[in-house]
């Protein structure tokens, strides 16, 4: 049966919203390093980045490319996950808590992945290990095709072509969103649900008419 | 490369299912290298996409093989899933919900080739479901707060006010400088406007029945199908003549979608359906007044649904504009089914 966007040779609008696992498959981003220190024990890895950079999207990239490790998510409402220990531990948003339960939870692990929105290299220093901070957010043209071609690509329904993103779209989403990546989903969904065929995207899809 | 490609083959591709009907095919495998299968799996699951975070569910699992293939092998699974009653496949823009035939690969080590199918699920003769949370519709707020003694609304509107107004005399009375000033207002401000906003809400409409006298807002069936009328009626009493600028009902079906958790939470809000019905174009209203109307739902409408961070929620809203005086305002929660097929 065809679905509702068969007609654009995709099985989902590709900038709905996906579970963890799915953006862990699509995260465009470079982790073989990061993998490599984080199997070394006494390291720590802080992602920063304001939100919608990607952050989250790397850390579940690592525990893809780490199955020994064990993730968790932190929020400001809630008291951390007691059974969270392990040789690798990612944690995700971990500056949702207060320093001295950061501390603790940071002392459970043998090497560390933390997303956050500001340096914390204090703490994780504090903690005993050797921090690697990675920057997460630069985002250039290049790098804006391949994530959205990884979207496109994943909502494939069968062969053929598929919509794409020409030059002056990806240009003019830099130019309204920055390095704002998951801001850039919502022009782009709006984009997709008014396709009628297959072709690319325009500027005038996105931000109509100048 | 996959070690293995895997394809669903409907035995009616084209064929669309109501609950209790049967969907059938086969799972076919194609196999280029050497596999230890720890399971074939097939599933029928109905799942959300669109803006929202995705909700999904199971309704049949079947171990179709464990064992190992060789390479040129080409191998064909039959499936059988007897189609549960509902939710009914739905296209809409923030929100869709699809019914698909899964199969995956269970390899140790190594990645699971999988994939899907999708089926239209309509409705049957029988009722079906709108989805795990039945109370699709939006709760009532006015008709809440209208349920509460006044005087309890009103001092629950005192209090915000007073949470911030009390500190903030504290730190004036105290310091009693510019600083100090400024701060108390940014404490004052926000408490003391969502304080008086919370006792407009809760007295609006007891306000407007002080001209009015008392409303009621009836629907002859609130739990309708696509297709049906619904008769709306409105009863005013007014004990003095009193002018009204216009009264009018909406009713509307809107998607309501939640994306992301904690800081990157986000509600999404699309108008999928909306038509307005005067009921008085305006002037003086004396005496008993009584207002029938009547709405076919179209009966390609779009049926309420309601899971988890995804909802389309019916509403009838009646608006009484009362000039230079507060309005009467209801909404109305309508739960609306999808039209047998």
């Known amino acids: ?210 | 490369m996959p070690s293995c490609e895997l394809a669903v083959i409907l035995e009616n591709p084209e064929a669309t299912f109501k609950p209790g009907d049967v969907v059938r095919g086969f799972i076919t495998v194609d196999v280029s290298d050497a596999v230890k299968c720890r399971g074939l799996h097939v599933r029928l699951l109905v799942r959300t996409h669109g803006r929202g975070n995705r909700w999904e569910r199971e309704h049949g699992a079947d171990l179709l093989f464990e064992g190992n293939w060789n390479p040129g092998e080409q191998q064909l699974y039959p499936f059988e899933f007897v189609v549960p009653p509902g939710p009914v496949s739905y296209r809409g823009n923030l929100l869709n919900v699809s019914w698909y035939v899964y199969s995956y690969v269970d390899i140790p080590w190594g990645f699971d080739p999988e994939v899907t199918e999708e089926i239209t699920v309509i409705a049957g003769d029988e009722p079906v479901e709108l989805g795990p949370v039945h109370d699709a519709a939006l709760p009532d707020f006015s008709a809440a707060m209208s349920a509460l003694p006044a005087t309890a609304v009103f001092g629950a509107g005192i209090m915000v006010m007073a949470f911030g107004l009390l500190p903030a005399l504290m730190i004036g009375v105290c310091e009693g400088d510019l600083t100090a000033g400024m701060f108390s207002a940014i404490l004052v401000v926000p408490s003391f406007g969502l304080g008086a906003y919370l006792i407009y809400r809760a007295l609006r409409n007891r306000m407007a029945e002080r001209r009015l006298g008392d409303v009621r807002f009836e629907v002859d069936n609130p739990e309708a199908t696509c297709g049906d009328t619904l008769s709306f009626s409105v009863q005013l009493s007014p004990e003095a003549p009193v002018q009204v600028t216009r009264a009018v009902l909406t009713l509307q079906a809107e998607e309501v979608v939640v994306s992301g958790s904690g800081t990157n939470k986000k509600t999404h809000r699309h108008m999928q359906f909306t038509r307005e019905l005067p009921l008085h174009e305006g002037g003086e209203l004396v005496g008993p007044v009584h207002w029938n109307t009547e709405i076919t739902i179209p009966e390609d409408a779009p049926p309420s649904f309601g899971a988890p961070c995804n909802n389309l929620s019916w509403q009838a809203e009646l608006h009484i504009d009362i000039p230079r005086w507060p309005d009467w305002m209801r909404k109305m929660a309508l739960r609306i089914h999808p039209r047998p097929s």
């Open chain 1, 1 to 210: 049966m065809a679905g509702a966007y068969a007609h654009l040779n995709l099985r989902i609008n590709p900038f709905g919203e996906l579970p963890p696992h799915v953006r862990s498959r699509l995260a465009v981003a470079n982790t073989a390093p990061l993998v490599e220190a984080l199997r070394k024990p006494g390291t720590a890895v802080q992602l920063v980045g304001r939100c919608g950079r990607g952050k989250s999207s790397h850390l579940l990239a690592l525990h893809r490319e780490l199955p020994e490790s064990h993730y968790a998510r932190l929020w400001t409402d809630q008291p951390p996950p007691s059974a969270l220990s392990g040789d690798i531990l990612l944690i995700d948003e971990a500056d949702a808590v207060w320093a001295g339960t950061r501390l603790r939870l940071l002392r459970r692990g043998r090497s560390v992945a933390v997303a956050v929105h500001r340096d914390q290299s204090w703490i994780l220093r504090l903690a005993g290990f050797r921090v690697l901070t990675v920057e997460v957010g630069s985002v250039d043209r290049e790098r804006l095709r391949a994530i959205v071609q990884r979207r496109i690509e994943f909502a494939r329904l069968g062969p053929g072509p598929l919509p794409g993103l020409d030059d002056p779209v990806l240009d003019a989403l830099l130019d309204t969103h920055g390095d704002d990546i998951r801001a850039m989903e919502t022009p782009l969904y709006a984009a997709f649900q008014t396709l009628q065929a297959v072709e690319d995207l325009t500027p005038t899809h996105l931000y109509g008419a100048p």
